[in-house]
Structure formats: C-alpha cells, structure tokens
T-cell receptor, first 113, second 113 residues
Framework: ETGVTQSPTHLIKTRGQQVTLRCSSQSGHNTVSWYQQALGQGPQFIFQYYREEENGRGNFPPRFSGLQFPNYSSELNVNALELDDSALYLC????????????FGPGTRLTVL | GQQLNQSPQSMFIQEGEDVSMNCTSSSIFNTWLWYKQDPGEGPVLLIALYKAGELTSNGRLTAQFGITRKDSFLNISASIPSDVGIYFCAGQYSGAGSYQLTFGKGTKLSVIP
C-alpha cells in the first residue's frame, strides 16, 4: 500500500509569483485535504476535496485554490505569493464515508523571498 | 484560524518516566486524534478516538476522549529516546459533510537518556 506523497519537497519563490504543489493520495482514499503549517504552529486547514469538488474551506483567501483529479490526486495553487505564505504545506488523504482518519504526506516546504 | 489549547507547550523528561499532555476546546468534536511529528516530516497518526469517554491504547500510548467532547489527553508510559518529537492533538467535527481537522499548537517532548 502506497502512502501519501507530495512534490516538490522544497520550493523557493519570490513575492508575487504563483506556485503549484502536488499530492498523490493513499491507495483507496477518495478525499484530500490541504493544510498550512507555519513554523512553531499546528497545521491550519485550507480546504478539502471529495470527488473532484471542494468540500469545505478554512479561513484562506481565494488566491489559494485547488483541484482534485479523477485518480484522487490533487493540486494546491497559490497566486500572488506573500512573505507570510512561507510554511510547510501538508496534504492528507482519507475516506470520506465512513469518516476515517486523515493520513499525512511529508509536506512541501515553501519559502517566499 | 482556530487552534485548540494544548498543554504543556514543551517538556523535558528522563528516560523511563511517564508523560501526560492534554488538549481542550471551546467547541465539541466527534473525533479526537493524536499525531506525532518529527522535524521535516508530516504528522503521523498515533491514536484515534470516536466516542465520548472512550479510552484507547496503542502500545505505551493511552488516550481518552473527554465526556464533554471538548477535551482529550494522551499518556506515554516508560518514555524512550525515540519518543522525542512534537505531539499534536486534533479535533474533527463532521457537521456539514466536511471532515476538517482543527489542531493544537503542539507539545514538544524531549527525553533525556
């Protein structure tokens, strides 16, 4: 059984640029959630995708957007990057129904200069 | 965004000692989960709790879901050096069909051999 994978591992961007992060869910899981983890903090929920549709969103602006593909993999896109977007971005997969635990990938470390 | 109240923030203990940490919330949750995160890695699920009052063990780890559904604790018995890391509690509420997790700020555990 393959776990959750994310790419790239690290990324450096400058303010105003756009970035795309990728996630492959664990085998058999149909729900993907994205979290932002700032240094020294717990992860913060960005949004969740189920069957290719957004299924819940946290307190993040519209410049954070996502996609889920038919194979349940997912992308997180961030436009107009700001310095405060520097963080570890985590992807978690789960079974939507019945409710199940969320299993996390290793994360993508984004640095915005 | 909202974060749960997790305490203590950090602790230094001698190898072999027992450890206790807890988490409280102003909101109720349907599920409580405990994760461990090592530097540069994603959180790894340790224990999941589904019912108020439930007490669950996983090896040397024991966790309980509070009766009020607003709190949970995690105990680690006979600590060993590999227990070092950051422990996060997370609450999950399944209302409105989204299974987002709300995390605490973490408890950083250091074990002195």
């Amino acid at each position: 059984e393959t776990g959750v994978t994310q790419s790239p591992t690290h990324l450096i961007k400058t303010r105003g640029q756009q970035v795309t992060l990728r996630c492959s869910s664990q085998s058999g899981h149909n729900t993907v959630s994205w979290y932002q983890q700032a240094l020294g903090q717990g992860p913060q929920f960005i949004f969740q995708y189920y069957r290719e549709e957004e299924n819940g969103r946290g307190n993040f602006p519209p410049r954070f957007s996502g996609l889920q593909f038919p194979n349940y993999s997912s992308e997180l896109n961030v436009n107009a990057l700001e310095l405060d977007d520097s963080a570890l971005y985590l992807c978690a997969s789960s079974l939507q129904r019945p409710p199940d635990e969320q299993f996390f990938g290793p994360g993508t470390r984004l640095t915005v200069l | 965004g909202q974060q749960l109240n997790q305490s203590p923030q950090s602790m230094f203990i001698q190898e072999g000692e027992d450890v206790s940490m807890n988490c409280t919330s102003s909101s109720i949750f349907n599920t409580w989960l405990w994760y461990k995160q090592d530097p540069g890695e994603g959180p790894v699920l340790l224990i999941a709790l589904y019912k108020a009052g439930e007490l669950t063990s996983n090896g040397r780890l024991t966790a309980q879901f509070g009766i009020t559904r607003k709190d949970s604790f995690l105990n680690i018995s006979a600590s060993i050096p590999s227990d070092v890391g950051i422990y996060f509690c997370a609450g999950q509420y399944s209302g409105a069909g989204s299974y987002q997790l709300t995390f605490g700020k973490g408890t950083k555990l250091s074990v002195i051999p």
